[in-house]
């Protein structure tokens, strides 16, 4: 009996037979595809949120404490806890800058040193979001602090040791997926030493196969 592949998603793009745009947003739009797939016996149409992908950041001081934001969510009725994040909707911005970019904007802060912590697909069945955790180390605070403006105007930050941000989404008291993620992600990589985490330019399959705007 040969030995199981090693468990992994599979990334690839089917045949599509058709493509429209059913709704164009403010910030993203809303299309429609009919494909083949081999196990199915009939060409298949699925709508979906066409997401231009994101980036989010974990970081971490010196005393082992994560930053985390409370800002106020529209569609979900809440000034939830989340960690600094931002949409990848700069043309030709590598992923670890626009990360970097975002940590200043919503947290005056800069790191030296950059990991890819985790990726995550938000809700695959719905929408083509996806966004890439990074790690951020080494961190210090910028000379001036960004001007911000609507709901970003809001934002409390707050350092939280990670036992006590671990145990905060144990208990339920916070729900944001990628703060969720982020922070069991860095619970783990502070147990093994910060060792074994992948570089900030690390592939990203997911990434690669992203549906693009029409036109792109």
Do not use: K
């Not at 989010?56 to 106020?72: H, K, M, N, P």
Request: aromatic share 6%; charged share 25%; with cysteine.
């Amino acid at each position: 009996m040969q030995d199981e592949a090693p468990l992994a998603d599979t990334f690839g793009v089917p045949e599509i037979r058709d493509h429209e745009t059913v709704y164009t947003g403010l910030v993203w739009d809303v299309v429609r595809e009919t494909f083949v797939l081999p196990e199915s016996d009939r060409p298949l149409t699925r709508d979906f949120v066409r997401h231009p992908g994101a980036v989010a950041v974990a970081a971490i001081d010196e005393t082992d404490r994560i930053l985390l934001i409370q800002q106020y969510r529209h569609p979900v009725r809440a000034r939830e806890w989340e960690i600094p994040a931002g949409l990848l909707d700069v043309a030709g911005e590598e992923p670890r800058l626009a990360a970097s970019r975002e940590l200043a904007e919503e947290a005056d802060l800069r790191a030296e040193n950059w990991h890819v912590l985790t990726d995550q697909l938000s809700s695959p069945g719905g929408i083509s979001e996806c966004i890439r955790i990074f790690l951020a180390r080494d961190v210090s605070a910028l000379p001036e602090a960004f001007a911000r403006d609507a709901e970003e105007s809001g934002i409390v930050p707050r350092w939280v040791p990670l036992d006590e941000a671990l145990e905060a989404v144990l208990s339920g008291r916070i729900a944001n997926a990628t703060a969720s993620l982020a922070i069991l992600h860095a619970h783990h990589a502070r147990a093994r030493g910060w060792t074994g985490l992948r570089p900030a330019d690390a592939p990203w399959p997911a990434r690669e196969v992203a549906p693009l705007p029409d036109g792109a």
